[in-house]
């Protein structure tokens, strides 16, 4: 009987150790604090306050490039970089802020101009009344590279602060 309940007590708390886990944190951090930093860059651009981009894709920083060179660097860290977590980190972070640039950044473009051909249309045609596609879906490189560089920070940051309060 006593064995059954130790069982269930270090199972529940096995539950809360994801609120201790150093690389998520990290991750969590650094896409919360890209997207509040496209808030103030998207206000210092247009002069107005676009509270979309608290969830928007698109814009300064990529918080795509943030989130996930946080959660290598962070892996790196914590486990080494000489370890498979952190190559299978990298090899995600690479695709992700390769994807940003590439394939996303010329959809939004692509967007753009299709908008444009809509919106030129004669009032009576079927295409004229539709809604337009979304044109920020991807970033520049200077966008990623200041994710990148946000998550890299934000997991370092994390890491001495974890050190110094464990120590």
């Known amino acids: 009987m006593e064995d059954s309940?130790?069982?269930?007590?270090?199972?529940?708390?096995?539950?809360?150790?994801?609120?201790?886990?150093?690389p998520l944190i990290s991750s969590l951090t650094a896409f919360t604090i890209a997207q509040f930093i496209k808030l103030?860059?998207?206000?210092?651009?247009?002069?107005?306050?676009?509270?979309?981009?608290?969830?928007?894709?698109g814009g300064m920083p990529s918080s795509h490039s943030a989130t996930v060179t946080a959660l290598a660097v962070a892996i790196g860290?914590?486990?080494g970089f000489g370890g498979s977590h952190f190559a299978i980190a990298l090899i995600l972070a690479s695709v992700v802020m390769y994807d940003?640039?590439?394939v996303?950044?010329?959809?939004?473009?692509?967007?753009?101009?299709?908008?444009?051909?809509?919106?030129?249309?004669?009032a009576e045609h079927p295409l004229a009344e539709s809604r337009p596609l979304r044109e920020l879906l991807g970033?520049?490189?200077?966008?990623?590279?200041?994710?990148?560089?946000l998550g890299s920070v934000t997991a370092v940051t994390g890491y001495l602060f974890t050190r110094v309060a464990t120590s």
Do not use: C
């Open 5 to 22: 309940t130790v069982t269930t007590t270090s199972s529940n708390q096995h539950y809360f150790t994801i609120f201790t886990n150093y």
């Open 40 to 57: 103030f860059t998207s206000w210092y651009r247009e002069r107005r306050w676009d509270l979309k981009q608290l969830i928007g894709s």
């Open 139 to 149: 970033h520049t490189p200077p966008q990623v590279v200041a994710g990148g560089m």
């Open 100 to 102: 940003a640039t590439g």
């Open 77 to 79: 860290l914590q486990e």
């Open 104 to 122: 996303r950044l010329h959809a939004g473009r692509q967007a753009e101009v299709l908008n444009q051909i809509v919106y030129e249309l004669p």
